[in-house]
Each structure stands twice: as C-alpha cells, then as structure tokens.
C-alpha cells in the first residue's frame, strides 16, 4: 500500500523557519517525482514545488521562490521541504504528493504550518 | 501561467441524480508529447484529496465508474452519473501540462440538497 506521511508542521514567528518531511513506503520511491502542495485554512490547493526523480531539478511557486528549497533522500524513502524567512501567508496545511505518470496519484495527510506572532 | 476555471463554483444536487463539473484552461493542455495532463481530484470534508482521474479521462484505482471525465484542448468536464451521500466534497481539476507553476481550478463544492 502507497503511504505517504507529513511530519515536522508547528506554529512558528513570522522570519522564522521549518523543516517539513514526508516519509514514503509502497513504491519505488527514487522512480517518481515528488511535489509539495499547500492548503490555507478554508482555501483552495496550491501547487508549491516538484522535485526531480534523482533530486537534481527542483522547480517552485513564484510566492515561494528563494526561501522554500526542496531535497529528497532517496535512501531514506524522505522528502523534504525547507521553508525560511516564514510570513503569515505561508500558514496552511502541506501535502507531499507523487507523481506516478501524473501529479497527485498519492496524497498524504498534510502537516500544519501556523506562523502567527 | 495556465488559469484554471471551474464552474459552477458551488453544486447542490438531489441524491441519484447527475452531476457536472467543468473546468477551462486559459492555454491549451496539449503536451508536445500528445498527452494532456489534466487531473481531478475529490476532497471530501477533513480529509486530504485523492486523485480520480488522470489525463482527462482516466480514472485511478477503485475511483467508482459513475465518475467520467471528458474533453480536450481548453475544455474540461468532470460528471457524475448518480450521486451518493459521500460524494460530497470539493472537486479540483489541474493540469500538469505547461509548469511551473502546476494550477488548480477554484473548487467546486458539492453538496446534497
């Protein structure tokens, strides 16, 4: 069975940072590009970033460009999304997301991200 | 960036009854590869959201077949041929053609009435 499970949200400063991970179990991890998308509280879905299968080419959301970087260990099964310089804007839950074919065929739960003072 | 248009926003349906969603694209989905990457996703009430279709008309895995999708180039549909009670949700299209950025549609919110 495809798992993907967020971890890492919490409330944080504005100015400050997190480190958001999604563990992967089911399929072959290194074989699939991994995005992550974004829900603010009672809003739509937004797309976030997408990471190459081997890591190597990271694409982001114009909103989140320059402060949001994207990695994966492909030996720990592990996404991951580094998130700085933090704004209220930022605040939402963040999916991990696959990309088997086309984007979305697994989802996660999500983690929640608060920054808030 | 490809705009994504959904309509109607908000879908009140009477339980066995149709339903149809549709969702514009402000450019063309068609990859130069010939595929179109458009995608449907339900979220139900406090959950996260599952995929139910993929390139236009393919449903995924154990996706009821009463969900159908339809359409090409800028015009998308999302029907459902007899709605049931965990249906409701929100419906989102996206497409995965021309990225970044990947762009969803606003969300159509189904609902019983």
């Known amino acids: 069975e495809v798992q993907l499970v967020e971890s890492g949200g919490g409330l944080v400063q504005p100015g400050g940072s997190l480190r958001l991970s999604c563990a992967a179990s089911?399929?072959?991890?290194?074989?699939?590009?991994m995005h992550w998308v974004r829900q603010a509280p009672g809003k739509g879905l937004v797309w976030v970033s997408r990471i190459s299968t081997d890591g190597g080419g990271a694409t982001y959301a114009d909103s989140v460009r320059g402060r949001f970087t994207v990695s994966r260990d492909n030996a720990k099964n592990t996404l991951y999304l580094q998130m700085n310089s933090l704004t209220v804007d930022d605040t939402a839950v963040y999916y991990c997301t696959g990309d088997r074919g086309s984007v979305g065929d697994s989802w996660g739960p999500g983690t929640l991200v608060t920054v808030s003072s | 960036e490809v705009v994504m248009t959904q309509s109607p926003l908000s879908l009140p349906v009477t339980l066995g009854q149709p339903a149809s969603i549709s969702c514009r694209s402000s450019?063309?989905?068609?990859?130069?590869?010939?595929?179109?990457?458009l995608n449907w996703f339900q979220q139900r009430p406090g959950q996260s959201p599952r995929r139910l279709i993929y390139q236009v008309s393919n449903r995924d895995s154990g996706v009821p077949d009463r969900f159908s999708g339809s359409g090409s180039g800028t015009d998308f549909t999302l029907k459902i041929s007899r709605v049931e009670a965990e249906d409701v949700g929100v419906y989102y299209c996206?497409?995965?053609?021309?990225?970044?950025?990947?762009?969803f549609g606003q969300g159509t919110k189904l609902e019983i009435q």
């Open positions: 089911g399929f072959t991890f290194s074989s699939s590009p």
């Open positions: 996206m497409q995965g053609t021309q990225w970044p950025p990947y762009t």
């Open positions: 450019q063309s989905l068609v990859h130069s590869n010939g595929n179109t990457y």
